[in-house]
Nanobody, 114 residues
Framework: VQLQASGGGLVQPGGSLRLSCAAS????????MGWYRQYPGKQRELVVT???????NYADSVKGRFTISRDKAENTVYLQMNSLEPEDTAVYYC?????????WGQGTQVTVSS
């Protein structure tokens, strides 16, 4: 299964972005998925998870600002990011919540800067 994260870019503080994670097969009904982010020189950190039953769990740092969802075909998971802060600047990845992980791919860069 291949995962492709996209939708990143440069945005001003307070702005919004919507990230997408497309899977080559319908896996989101099977696995709890997560959005992760990685700062330069740091390990990836978990931002949010979404269970097959659509239960979401957010990191405190993004609670109330980020929203995870998925489309009806369940081949794409989205991350709506509002009220972005410079501290959200990172490379964002999607993957399973539990190992064994799928290939991480290149992720998508989010830069929040004025």
């Amino acid at each position: 299964v291949q995962l492709q994260a996209s939708g990143g870019g440069l945005v001003q503080p307070g702005g919004s972005l919507r990230l997408s994670c497309a899977a080559s097969r319908s896996i989101f009904r099977i696995y709890t998925m997560g959005w992760y982010r990685q700062y330069p020189g740091k390990q990836r950190e978990l931002v949010v998870t979404l269970t097959p039953r659509d239960s979401a769990n957010y990191a405190d740092s993004v609670k109330g600002r980020f929203t995870i969802s998925r489309d009806k075909a369940e081949n794409t998971v989205y991350l709506q990011m509002n009220s972005l802060e410079p501290e959200d600047t990172a490379v964002y990845y999607c993957n399973k919540f539990e190992s064994p992980f799928l290939s991480w791919g290149q992720g998508t860069q989010v830069t929040v800067s004025s």
